[in-house]
């Protein structure tokens, strides 16, 4: 690990004014994703701004909907009684990510910044332009089992490992940012992720130093809430896919899938076919997909899994 300087931000504009004045600066919360980069010196920061003390870890009901402060740690959020009952499905998303130390570390708004495990992505042997833009990608070729099938890129296949952003992303959250300067702006999560295009180092729509303060849902929809994971073993491993729906006494609802693309995918026009069943919707949502030989299998898993999913709400 290389040698860091660090301070203890004394408000979230401070904190964005420390990271926007000092050249590769981060901040830091839980540090359960940034802490291991360090150790491999995939992330070499030069400066670490610590943004625990800031007393952004409340969960607050509004006329909206709810307020999840940027430091609510996961654990903390899927034990909540009211995202328990009225956003289970992110609830459930959570429960699916990582163990239950690592979720008693993780905070909200680190979730949702973590950074692809793509294998190529963390060997520093191999060429990735996520760790260093304009190196090419060894995964384009490579082995290729656990990596995107959809938006990627000639630049990047990686795919984004959050569960509880699937589960954001199908409830329509928001982001809510302050600037170096207080300014604030609200985010929609189908902006907030970026598909990979020539610039897949570039990740989220966050400006240069700008810091996540909370992420908001609207009301609740009702409905059945279901976050299936399908991956390589039953606990601390990451998705190969994931469903996360919600759907309506009437048949409609919701459906997102995590585990195939750059960032959470959901296609909103996709979601009409959702009466007709599980093969219309995947080949409307999985439309254009380009998957590798090694991993094909995601478009059948995606089919098989909201068809499981599907039928489990019929019968509930």
């Not at 999560?189 to 909370?214: K, N, Q, Y």
Request: glycine share 8%.
């Amino acid at each position: 690990m290389k040698p860091f300087t660090y301070e203890r931000a004394a408000s979230p504009a401070k904190a964005a004014a420390a990271a926007l004045a000092t050249p590769n600066a981060k901040f830091i919360a839980g540090g359960t994703n940034l802490l291991d980069l360090m150790k491999l010196q995939i992330e070499a920061p030069a400066h670490l701004i610590d943004v625990n003390g800031l007393g952004l870890d409340r969960i607050e009901r509004t006329d909206a909907g709810l307020r999840i402060g940027a430091l609510v740690r996961n654990t903390d959020l899927a034990a909540d009684m009211i995202v328990r009952r009225d956003y289970a499905v992110l609830s459930r998303a959570l429960l699916a990510g990582a163990s239950g130390q690592l979720r008693n570390k993780a905070t909200t708004a680190g979730n949702l910044l973590q950074r692809t495990r793509c294998p190529y992505f963390y060997d520093t042997a191999q060429a990735c332009n996520k760790r260093q833009p304009g190196s090419g990608c060894a995964a384009i070729g490579g082995v290729s089992r656990q990596l995107a099938v959809i938006g990627t890129s000639d630049a990047c296949i990686a795919t984004h490992p959050s569960d509880m952003a699937v589960a954001m992303r199908l409830l329509d959250a928001s982001v809510e940012t302050v600037t170096a300067d207080g300014k604030t702006r609200a985010i929609p999560m189908v902006d907030f992720h970026r598909l990979p295009a020539a610039t897949p180092h570039i990740e989220t729509a966050l400006a240069p130093g700008e810091f996540i303060t909370a992420v908001t849902l609207p009301k609740p929809l009702g409905g059945k809430h279901g976050y299936w994971k399908v991956r390589d073993r039953n606990s601390y491993a990451f998705a190969l896919i994931s469903v996360a729906t919600v759907i309506q006494p009437d048949g409609t609802g919701r459906v997102a899938v995590g585990g195939v693309a750059h960032k959470p995918w959901r296609i909103e026009a996709a979601e009409a076919e959702l009466p007709k069943g599980a093969k219309a919707v995947t080949a409307h949502l999985l439309a254009g997909a380009k998957p590798s030989r090694d991993n094909a299998f995601k478009i059948p898993l995606v089919e098989r899994t909201l068809a499981g999913v599907l039928a489990e709400a019929r019968t509930a």
